[in-house]
Each structure stands twice: as C-alpha cells, then as structure tokens.
C-alpha cells in the first residue's frame, strides 16, 4: 500500500465525495416526491393517472440506471432537450428512485386499515386531512425500513454517475488506476469514502426503525 499515494490524492476524493453527495441527496429528494405523490395515485385510485403510474413504475423498475442516463444525456438532445451532467445525474436518480419510493410508500399505505380512513370521515374530516393526520404517519413510519433500504440504494447507485462524465467518486479512481496503476490504493480510497458516506445513513435507519417500533408503530 502506497500511503504517499493516498494522502497525496485524498483532496481529488473529497471533492468527488462532496459532489457525489450533493447529487445523491438531490436525487433522493426528488425520488421521495415523485414515490410519495405516486403512492398517493395509487392508494387513491385516481383514474388514467393510476395506470400511467403504474407504466411508470414497470418501466423505471426494469431498466438499468445506465440505460437511462444514456437515454437521458445523448438521447433527448435528439428531440432539442440539452442537458448537463449534474441534470442528468439527477433526473436518472428520480426516474428510478420514484418507482422505488413509489413501491415502498405504497406498501405502507395499504397497511393502514380502512376502517380507520372511514372513522375519520365519519368525525368530519375531508380526505386531505384524512392523508396528512391519519394515513401518511401510519404508513411512514411502517416504510421506515424500505424507505431506508431504498435511499442507501439509490446513493449507491451514484457510482454510474462517471457514465457521463460525472467527476464523482467512481470516475476519480478508474481515473486514477488509468492514469498511475496504482488499483489497491485507488480502490481502498473508493470503498473508504462509501463507507463514510453510507454507515451513518444505514445507522441513522436503524435507529429510527427502532424508535418508531417502541413508539408503537410498527410490528
């Protein structure tokens, strides 16, 4: 292990680190969104926009995330849509991670009993009260584990980012072992600084999932 090597290069990773970072937590953002607002079509069975949803859905969950950064950064300028590679990091991360949000906020909500949906009703609540007091915390905090699951997935997925031209956390070390072959340490820094960034988020799940299972959420 070449320790010059590593303390030399830690800068280059840092930044990769902060931009995989910056792009993942956006990408998530805009994933939980598009999964909650999807859920809530399906849960509600809204008519066409159900189905649509539901294309959506199989469509997303069966395509790699490669493909559609491809799609996303060398097909739409085709059609006259430009797109830099941060947009297209972010867009393919919220096409696939929507439908995985999607699936999971959707198992939580039909977990909450109908009757409790109709006793709210019944007491004088309109249906949006009904999702925000009623069903969305129920459902939440039961997704809590998929939830979880679903954003250490998505931040992992980042590492196909360096497909177009994406300075993050991949590209810096198939960079570096291209330019210096030096494999053991470059890969070393990579799984170092995924570490870094994923353990406190899989503690943090963990932590909540605990939290909401004492608070009696959950079984």
Not at 69 to 91: E, M, R, S
Not at 179 to 191: I, W
């Amino acid at each position: 292990m070449n320790w010059e090597f590593i303390i030399k290069y830690l800068p280059m990773y840092e930044r990769a680190a902060l931009l995989t970072v910056k792009l993942g937590l956006a990408g998530v953002i805009c994933a939980i969104i598009v999964g909650l607002i999807c859920a809530i079509i399906q849960y509600e069975k809204v008519p066409v926009a159900r189905q649509i949803v539901a294309v959506y859905i199989e469509l997303s969950r069966n395509t790699p995330l490669l493909v559609q950064l491809f799609f996303i950064y060398y097909g739409l300028p085709k059609i006259g849509i430009q797109t830099d590679p941060q947009t297209c990091g972010i867009a393919g991360l919220t096409f696939l991670g929507g439908s995985y949000m999607a699936e999971a906020f959707r198992s939580g909500l039909d977990t909450v009993a109908e009757v409790q949906t109709e006793s709210a009703l019944s007491l004088g609540m309109n249906r949006l009260q009904v999702m925000r007091y009623v069903v969305l915390p129920q459902a939440f905090s039961i997704s809590v584990p998929a939830f979880m699951a679903n954003v250490i997935f998505l931040l992992k997925e980042t590492s196909v980012f360096s497909a177009v031209s994406l300075m993050d956390l991949m590209f810096t070390a198939k960079d570096l072992i291209g330019l210096y072959y030096k494999t053991t340490e470059s890969l070393f820094l990579l799984v170092v600084f995924y570490l870094l960034i994923l353990l406190p988020i899989s503690i943090l799940g963990s932590f909540l999932e605990r939290r909401l299972r004492y608070a009696g959420f959950g079984d």
